[in-house]
C-alpha cells in the first residue's frame, strides 16, 4: 500500500496518553457496505448503507473505489456531473485519477493525495483515470467522501484543495504500532492540511497486527471506523470488526480499536482503517442524486439550474477557464 509510509514509526510524535477521567465511547452498530458499481462502471463499496443520517452527521455518502487490479483497457472514472450544497473528499491510496471541474481547478492524485472540492452553489466535474493507465492497467484503490455544508454555506462559491501526500500530518500510538495519516482536523496534536467549512477529522490509520490505538476524539464530535482491510476490534467491549465493516461509536472521549495477531487475510498488513468524525449540523436533510440541499423544493431548484447551464459547462481537457452562467 503506497498512500503514506515511514520505514521507522519510532521518529513520530506519539499518541497522548488519555486523561484519568477519559471515556472510551462504547460501539453502537457495525454494518457490513454492500457493493455496486459507479460512474462508468467502478467498482465501490457503499460504507455508509443502512447507516442513519443523524449517525453520520456532519457526514452523507463515502464509497471504497476498489481495490480492484485493472487490465490494460479497464480502468473507469466518471463522465462530466452536478453537485451542489456538500463537499466531495477523494483520497487516493494506490493508482492515479484526473480531477477537472467548470470553475478550473483540477489535477492529477495519487498514492496518498487528497483533493477537496467544495461544491457550494454548484459546480460540474469529472474524475477519470489519465490515458496512460486506461492503456497499461493497474492497480486502483482510494474513498471519496461527501461531508455536509451548514446552511449558511450551501451557496458558497466553489472552492478546490490540492492536497499533497507530504503534507499530511503523522503519528504514531502509544506502543509505536500504529501509523496515523491525518488528512483534516486535529488528532493528538498533529492536524492534517485540509481546510473545512464543517469542523471535522479524517484520518487514515494503519494498526500492525497485535497493535492496540487508543486514539483522543472530541466529545462534541460523532466517531465513525471504517475498515478497508484486516481483522481486529473496537471500542471497550472488543467488538470484533473486519473487512468492509463500519463501526458507529456513541458519545465518549476516545476511540479504541486494536489489530488482531492472527489476520485471516492472507496478504492483510494488520488493520487499515480510516476513522471520521465530525462537529454535526443538525439541520433537515433533502437528498436527491448528486444534490445534498435543506428542503424540497431547494433539490428542484439545483435540478432546474443544472438543467439550464447555470451550474457551469464541461471544459475541454486542458483548459482551466470554466464557464458559468
Known amino acids: 500500500m503506497p498512500a503514506v509510509s515511514v520505514a521507522d514509526l519510532t521518529v513520530l510524535p506519539r499518541v497522548p496518553a488519555l486523561a484519568p477521567a477519559a471515556v472510551q465511547r462504547r460501539v453502537r452498530s457495525i454494518t457490513s457496505a454492500p457493493s ?19 449517525d453520520l452527521d456532519p457526514f452523507i455518502h463515502m464509497d471504497e473505489m476498489g481495490a480492484v487490479e485493472y487490465a490494460p483497457g479497464e480502468p473507469k472514472g466518471t463522465p462530466w ?34 483533493q477537496w472540492m467544495t461544491a457550494g452553489s454548484g459546480i460540474l466535474h469529472i474524475e477519470a483515470p489519465p490515458e496512460h493507465l486506461v492503456v497499461s492497467g493497474g492497480l486502483f484503490h482510494g474513498f471519496q467522501l461527501w461531508v455536509n455544508l451548514p446552511r449558511v454555506d450551501k451557496l458558497k462559491a466553489p472552492a478546490y484543495q490540492d492536497l499533497r501526500s507530504s503534507e499530511v500530518g503523522l503519528l504514531t500510538s502509544k506502543d509505536g504500532g500504529s501509523l496515523l495519516r491525518v488528512i483534516a482536523g486535529e488528532v493528538g496534536g498533529v492536524a492534517g492540511p485540509g481546510s473545512t467549512h464543517t469542523p471535522m477529522a479524517m484520518v487514515h490509520a494503519t494498526v500492525a497486527p497485535g497493535g492496540e490505538l487508543s486514539l483522543p476524539w472530541r466529545r462534541d464530535f460523532n466517531a465513525l471506523v471504517y475498515v478497508m482491510s484486516g481483522d481486529g476490534f473496537v471500542g471497550p467491549d ?14 465518549g472521549d476516545a476511540v479504541q480499536l486494536s489489530s488482531a495477531r492472527t489476520q485471516q487475510e492472507r496478504y492483510a498488513a494488520g488493520l487499515d482503517v480510516v476513522v471520521l468524525g465530525g462537529l454535526p449540523i443538525r439541520e433537515p436533510v433533502a437528498w436527491a442524486g448528486p444534490f445534498v440541499m435543506n428542503t424540497e423544493a431547494e433539490v428542484r431548484k439545483a435540478f432546474e439550474d443544472f438543467q439550464a447551464g447555470r451550474l457551469g459547462q464541461p471544459v475541454p481537457h486542458g483548459d482551466v477557464g470554466g464557464a458559468t452562467a
Open 238 to 251: 472488543q467488538t470484533p470488526v473486519g473487512t468492509g465493516q463500519l463501526a458507529v461509536f456513541g458519545p
Open 81 to 114: 456531473h452536478p453537485h451542489r450544497g456538500f463537499e466531495t473528499v477523494t483520497y487516493i491510496i494506490d493508482g492515479i485519477f484526473d480531477h477537472q471541474d467548470s470553475f478550473g481547478g483540477g489535477g492529477t492524485i495519487t498514492d496518498g493525495d487528497t
Open 36 to 54: 455496486g458499481f459507479e460512474g462508468e462502471g467502478f467498482p465501490v463499496k457503499r460504507a455508509f448503507a443502512g447507516v442513519d443520517l443523524r
